[in-house]
């Protein structure tokens, strides 16, 4: 539980301001008449106080117990967000009799999460660890590595339907993995600097307020990867049966990775007059997808995932704006 201590400035001499610090911290650290502590302004104008910069964040650890009645989708998300919240060992301990069911969570972790694997087992225990520190790619390349990932998703699902070709389109599906893990680390890796907010900056970040609309464009980010699996699945059951595909389902198509581009370059940019631009292109895509009068089934379903990219393209341009008004705030705030 926190406290919340007050003081009076004090001025000593003519040109330095003193403050006392709570008698009971430092004896809780051990502190002492002419130990070294530090002050570190933040992004919001507080002042940090520790004694240590070099301590290192606990490793946290937790234990769960897979039940014979557990849903495996369920215990996987129960033990997803564990990772997510900063524990960096997770013990999932069994029965040896749910030991199938225990190598299905497994099974379902290591292909979902980045660098969260099975260090040490026994026949009633498999212990995860994390063996990529959040910390060890900077949040701005994980954004480029999942905008890069999905516009390639995107891209040959595009080639795969132009050319008829299903061994493009079946990568697509099996990359969607990849794109699921990053997406995980980017959360994994907001959530790690909101808990600690003295570290924003070193996230390349202004403000903490920025947090929730950078996890928003990666959450988009995500979700078009998903619209590209289901526009890959469908092609190929459209393959399958002789179909073509049509020109103007190709070109709606071709529009909407442009302007998922556009979005997620902006992204980096924070160019909010360009955004503004971008937006009103996405805008002219939908209604020109709406005006369509498509009856034949697959199309509609094609149509409307296309749709949906163009949807979360305006969620990425609106995180931009959002941002680059933000850091407009915080810079006239100084």
Same mark, same amino acid.
């Given at each position: 539980?926190?406290?919340?201590?007050?003081? /009076?400035?004090?001025?000593?001499? /003519?040109?330095?301001?003193?403050?006392?610090?709570?008698?009971?911290?430092?004896? @809780? *650290?051990?502190?002492?008449?002419?130990?070294? +502590?530090?002050? $570190?302004?933040?992004?919001?104008?507080?002042?940090?106080?520790?004694?240590?910069?070099?301590?290192?964040?606990? &490793?946290?650890?937790?234990?769960? $117990?897979?039940?014979?009645?557990?849903?495996?989708?369920?215990?996987?998300?129960?033990?997803?967000?564990?990772? *997510?919240?900063?524990?960096?060992?997770? %013990?999932?301990?069994?029965?040896?009799?749910?030991?199938? *069911?225990? +190598?299905?969570?497994?099974?379902?972790?290591?292909?979902?999460?980045?660098?969260?694997?099975?260090?040490?087992?026994?026949?009633?225990?498999? &212990?995860?660890? &994390?063996?990529?520190?959040?910390?060890?790619?900077?949040?701005?390349?994980?954004?480029?590595?999942?905008?890069?990932?999905?516009?390639?998703?995107?891209?040959?699902?595009?080639?795969? @339907?132009? /050319?008829?070709?299903?061994?493009?389109?079946?990568?697509?599906?099996?990359?969607?993995?990849?794109?699921?893990?990053?997406?995980?680390?980017?959360?994994?890796?907001? %959530?790690?600097?909101?808990?600690?907010?003295?570290? +924003?900056?070193?996230?390349?970040?202004?403000?903490?307020?920025?947090?929730?609309? +950078?996890?928003?464009?990666?959450?988009?980010? $995500?979700?078009?990867?998903?619209?590209?699996?289901? *526009?890959?699945?469908?092609?190929?059951?459209?393959?399958? $049966?002789?179909?073509?595909?049509?020109?103007?389902?190709?070109?709606?198509?071709?529009?909407?990775?442009?302007?998922?581009?556009?979005?997620?370059?902006?992204?980096? =940019?924070?160019?909010?007059?360009?955004?503004?631009?971008?937006?009103?292109?996405?805008?002219?895509?939908?209604?020109?997808?709406?005006?369509?009068?498509?009856?034949?089934?697959?199309?509609?379903?094609?149509? /409307?995932?296309? =749709?949906?990219?163009?949807?979360?393209?305006?969620?990425?341009?609106?995180?931009?704006?959002?941002?680059?008004?933000?850091?407009?705030?915080?810079?006239?705030?100084?």
């Amino acid at each position: 539980m926190s406290k919340l201590y007050i003081r /009076n400035l004090q001025l000593t001499g /003519n040109a330095t301001y003193t403050v006392s610090v709570p008698k009971e911290w430092v004896k @809780m *650290l051990g502190l002492d008449k002419g130990s070294k +502590i530090y002050l $570190e302004e933040m992004p919001d104008g507080s002042l940090r106080i520790y004694s240590n910069p070099a301590k290192e964040t606990p &490793t946290l650890s937790k234990e769960m $117990e897979l039940g014979r009645g557990d849903d495996v989708e369920s215990f996987v998300r129960r033990i997803i967000a564990a990772y *997510l919240a900063g524990f960096s060992i997770v %013990t999932l301990k069994f029965d040896p009799e749910l030991r199938d *069911l225990a +190598i299905s969570v497994r099974r379902m972790l290591e292909s979902s999460v980045l660098g969260f694997d099975v260090l040490r087992e026994s026949k009633s225990e498999f &212990t995860f660890y &994390t063996v990529i520190d959040e910390d060890s790619m900077k949040l701005s390349d994980a954004l480029a590595k999942l905008r890069e990932d999905t516009h390639y998703m995107l891209e040959d699902t595009h080639s795969g @339907m132009r /050319n008829l070709d299903q061994n493009v389109l079946r990568g697509v599906i099996e990359q969607d993995q990849i794109v699921d893990k990053l997406y995980l680390l980017i959360t994994k890796q907001i %959530t790690s600097m909101l808990m600690r907010p003295f570290k +924003i900056k070193d996230y390349g970040l202004e403000s903490a307020a920025e947090a929730p609309h +950078i996890f928003l464009a990666a959450r988009s980010m $995500e979700r078009i990867s998903d619209h590209a699996v289901l *526009l890959a699945k469908e092609s190929l059951d459209m393959i399958s $049966e002789g179909r073509e595909f049509p020109d103007w389902i190709l070109g709606e198509l071709r529009e909407s990775i442009d302007l998922f581009d556009s979005s997620t370059r902006l992204l980096f =940019e924070l160019d909010q007059w360009e955004a503004d631009e971008v937006a009103r292109r996405i805008n002219e895509a939908i209604r020109s997808l709406k005006g369509r009068s498509v009856s034949d089934s697959w199309l509609q379903i094609l149509a /409307n995932s296309i =749709e949906r990219v163009l949807g979360y393209s305006m969620n990425i341009i609106e995180a931009v704006i959002d941002i680059s008004l933000i850091r407009e705030a915080v810079k006239q705030s100084e």
